[in-house]
């Protein structure tokens, strides 16, 4: 009873000084989870009376969460019209496929013609168009879309097709030569920048700052 009486006390505590009950973030897939659950880590102990509900989005089903103030915080691949944000890291991108694929045999380095003729593995955008590609990653016409992470790494390690993918979702794979890079000429590499997305001044709490603070932190090791 006493310790309830202390939970009680202390979420009015916090409702009188304005603090929020909930925070919605809604990240990017490309952002890596140690990231997210670390700066939670670092959030939890001293925000008892403070849910995090986290989304997990696809281009522009981050940005539209954003965009309608229904997500108080957001780690995307770009500030979208009417939010704020910093740069938080840069994400590595991988063009990569099962070792036995058609691509990694021709015994020659790759252009973007060989790509072209090739299946490429996307993800679905989980926004309302549902079709948003990122155009720097977008190399063939023909292309296999599923709606998670998983299948499309399952697929890359059947053999379906190639994918450019953040090397942070591969490590393991590429440790155990599951899967290769592809042996393009020049060496191909893309980073993307994530960035800390504020939908708007006004939308932000003191338990959202500290959120914010706390990935802040993370990122900064």
Same mark, same amino acid.
């Given at each position: ?29 490309l952002?890596?989870?140690s990231?997210?659950l ?21 281009l ?6 954003l965009?309608?103030g ?14 704020t944000?910093e ?5 590595e ?9 058609e ?10 013609k060989?790509l072209a ?11 309302t ?10 190399? %063939? ?5 599923v709606?998670? +992470? @998983?299948? &499309?790494?399952?697929?890359? $390690?059947?053999?379906? *097709? ?16 599951r899967l ?10 893309r ?8 939908p %708007? ?7 959202? +700052? @500290?959120? &914010?603070a706390?990935i802040? $932190?993370?990122?900064? *090791?």
């Open positions: 009873l006493v310790a309830d009486a202390v939970s009680l006390e202390s979420s009015a505590a916090a409702f009188l000084q304005g603090r929020e009950t909930e925070i919605i973030l809604v990240t990017d897939l952002c890596p989870t990231l997210t670390n700066a939670l880590k670092r959030f939890q102990p001293f925000n008892q009376t403070t849910g995090v509900l986290i989304r997990e989005e696809v522009s089903g981050t940005e539209e969460l965009q309608s229904k997500a108080n915080l957001g780690i995307h691949s770009r500030i979208p019209p009417g939010c944000g740069v938080l890291i840069d994400v991108f991988l063009p990569v496929s099962h070792p036995q694929h691509l990694q045999t021709l015994g020659r380095g790759l252009d973007i060989d003729r090739a299946t490429q593995i996307f993800i679905r955008d989980t926004g168009g549902g079709d948003q590609l990122n155009d720097d990653l977008n190399y %063939s016409p023909q292309r296999w879309t709606s998670s +992470r @998983e299948t &499309a790494l399952e697929m890359l $390690r059947h053999g379906f *097709g190639f994918c450019w993918t953040p090397r942070h979702w591969i490590e393991e794979d590429l440790a155990a030569g290769c890079p592809l042996p393009l000429e020049p060496n191909e590499q980073r993307i920048p994530l960035y800390l997305v504020f %708007s001044d006004k939308q932000i709490g003191p338990a959202t +700052r @500290e959120l &914010a706390c802040r $932190r993370e990122n900064a *090791g």
